[in-house]
C-alpha cells in the first residue's frame, strides 16, 4: 500500500532535493514523490517520507538512492530527431570546414541513462563523420549515479531500444548480452561518463571546453534563478563559434544573455556570444 505524503513532508523533502539537485517540485507533485519514493521507503522499512528524509541526512548512501529515485530518467534513443539532423547536417561539417585538423568536444549534460550520446554517436556514424578522418570525443554527465552507471555499461532492455531503433540499427551498433543489448565496445568507448552536478560550477568547468553541449529537457525542473546560473556556466565552457542546444520546448528568452538564437531547417541552436 503506498504511503500518503503530507503538504508539510513535500515541503521539507521538496526543499531538500532543490538543495542537492536544483529540482523543484512543490505540492502540485505529490504522485510524483509517492510513486518514486514508495519502494525506497519499503526497502528501507520507512514508516513516513519524514522518516526517510531523516536516514538521508545521516546516511549519503540513503540520500544518493533518494536522488537517483527522483531525478527524471525519462529519455529515449533519438529522441526528437531534429537535433540528430542538425548536427550530421549543419554543426559538425560546419566545425570540419573551418577546422579540418582539430578535434570536436561534444558534452552531453544531463545524460540520464546514456541515449542520446550513443544515438549522436550512431548518427555521425552513419553520415560517415568518423575517426580516423573526423576526431570527436565524448562526455556525458548526470547527477544520478544509478543513470551514470546504467550508461556507461551501455546494456538496454527490449522495451528501451523499441523507443526510437530500429533492426538495422540495432544489428549495427549493438551485440546481444543475455535478455538485453549492449552497445558494441568501440562505440562504448569513446565516451568519457562522469557524475556532475549542473548546480555546482566548479565541477561543471573542470570538464573542460566544449564546441557543442547539449543541455535538453533538464532545466524545465529548475527555478529562474538557477537555470539562469546553469546556462550562464555553460557559456563559460563553450569554445568561440561554439553552440548550444536545448529542448524543443525551452527558450533562453529572459534567463541568459550569453547566446544568439539560430535555426537551421526548422531545429533551433544557440551559438555563443
Known amino acids: 500500500m503506498r504511503i500518503k505524503i503530507s503538504l508539510t513532508e513535500i515541503h521539507t523533502l521538496g526543499h531538500y532535493i532543490k538543495e542537492k539537485t536544483g529540482i523543484v517540485l512543490d505540492e502540485k507533485k505529490a504522485y510524483l514523490f509517492e510513486s518514486r519514493l514508495s519502494p525506497l521507503l519499503t526497502e528501507l522499512n520507512c514508516s513516513s517520507y519524514t522518516n526517510l528524509l531523516d536516514l538521508a541526512k545521516k546516511d549519503h548512501l540513503i540520500s544518493t538512492k533518494l536522488m537517483d529515485s527522483v531525478c527524471t530518467n525519462e529519455t529515449s534513443f533519438f529522441r526528437d530527431k531534429s537535433p540528430f539532423s542538425l548536427m550530421i547536417q549543419k554543426l559538425a561539417p560546419d566545425f570540419f570546414e573551418k577546422n579540418p585538423i582539430k578535434t570536436l568536444n561534444v558534452l552531453s549534460a544531463a545524460c540520464s541513462t546514456g541515449q542520446e550520446v550513443y544515438s549522436l554517436i550512431m548518427a555521425l556514424t552513419d553520415a560517415g563523420i568518423t575517426a580516423p578522418r573526423f576526431k570527436i570525443n565524448f562526455t556525458a554527465i548526470d ?39 549492449r552497445i558494441k ?63 524543443s520546448t525551452e527558450s533562453l528568452v529572459g534567463i541568459s544573455n550569453q547566446y544568439t538564437r539560430n535555426t537551421f531547417q526548422g531545429a533551433i541552436y544557440y551559438d555563443k556570444n
Request: aromatic share 12%; charged share 30%; hydrophobic share 35%.
Open 143 to 181: 547527477i544520478s549515479d544509478k543513470a551514470i552507471t546504467k550508461a556507461s555499461r551501455g546494456e538496454y532492455s527490449k522495451f528501451e531500444l523499441a523507443r526510437g531503433m530500429n533492426s538495422e540499427k540495432l544489428s549495427k551498433f549493438f551485440d546481444k548480452n543475455g535478455e538485453l543489448w
Open 185 to 247: 565496445d568501440k562505440f562504448r568507448s569513446i565516451v568519457r561518463f562522469k557524475k556532475s552536478n549542473l548546480l555546482k560550477s566548479n565541477e561543471l568547468t573542470r570538464l573542460g571546453k566544449f564546441d557543442i553541449i547539449f543541455c535538453r529537457n533538464v532545466a524545465i525542473y529548475f527555478s529562474k534563478d538557477d537555470k539562469q546560473k546553469v546556462f550562464d556556466t555553460l557559456a563559460t565552457m563553450i569554445n568561440p563559434n561554439g553552440h548550444l542546444l536545448i529542448g
